[in-house]
C-alpha cells in the first residue's frame, strides 16, 4: 500500500526487555518491528520510542490503579535504569527520539505529544506490546487528538491472540487504517 510519509512518525511503543521477554515467541515480532524500523529509517521517518517507566520505588502508581499496583508489587524493587532498556534486536539510534510515560497511553505522563508538534507530525503509524495495553489506549488518545492513525497489526503482540485479532480486525478500524508490514513497505 503506498502511504504518503511525510508528517509521519513511527512509534515503537513498550518493547522494553522485560516486556518483550513475557510474550512466548517473541523472536518473530522483532524481527518484524526491526524491519519496520528499518524501513521507516530508509524512509525518513522519524522512529519515536515510547518506554513504560518510574522512578525508583514507583511513587508514580496509585493503589487505586488496578493494572499499575499489580505492576508496582513485581517491579517495585527491580532496578528501573535496567527496567526502561529497549530490546537490543530494536534498539534506537542515538540521535532517535525516546519518551518515558507513566502510564499506559504513549501520551499519558509523558512528552510525546509536544515532540509529535514540534515535528509537526500529524500521522502515526502504531507498533508494539501489548495491543489491549499501549495500542488500544494510544489509538484512542491519538484519534481523540485528531492523528491520522496507522496500526501495522503484526507489529503489535498480545498475550491473548483473540484479543488481539479482535482489536485489529474489528475494533481498530473505526478509528485507524490497519495493515500489515508487508503492505506498509
Known sequence: ??????????????????????????TELLSLVANAIDNARHRKIPVIYVRVGFRQGTPEISRNNKMFAATKERIGNTNMDDFLNIHPDIAPLAEEIIVTKRRVSAFTGSD???????????????????????????????????????VLADCCADNDEEVHRVLTTKVFPRQADVISLAEWN
Open 112 to 150: 510525546l505529544e509536544v515532540v509529535l508538534r514540534a515535528l509537526n507530525i500529524q500521522h502515526v503509524v502504531l507498533t508494539g506490546i501489548a495491543t489491549s495495553g499501549v495500542v488500544l489506549s494510544t489509538l484512542r488518545e491519538a484519534a481523540d487528538k485528531d492523528y491520522r492513525i496507522t
Open 1 to 26: 500500500m503506498e502511504q504518503n510519509t511525510q508528517n509521519t512518525a513511527l512509534l515503537v511503543m513498550d518493547m522494553q526487555t522485560v516486556i518483550v521477554g513475557m510474550l512466548p515467541n517473541n
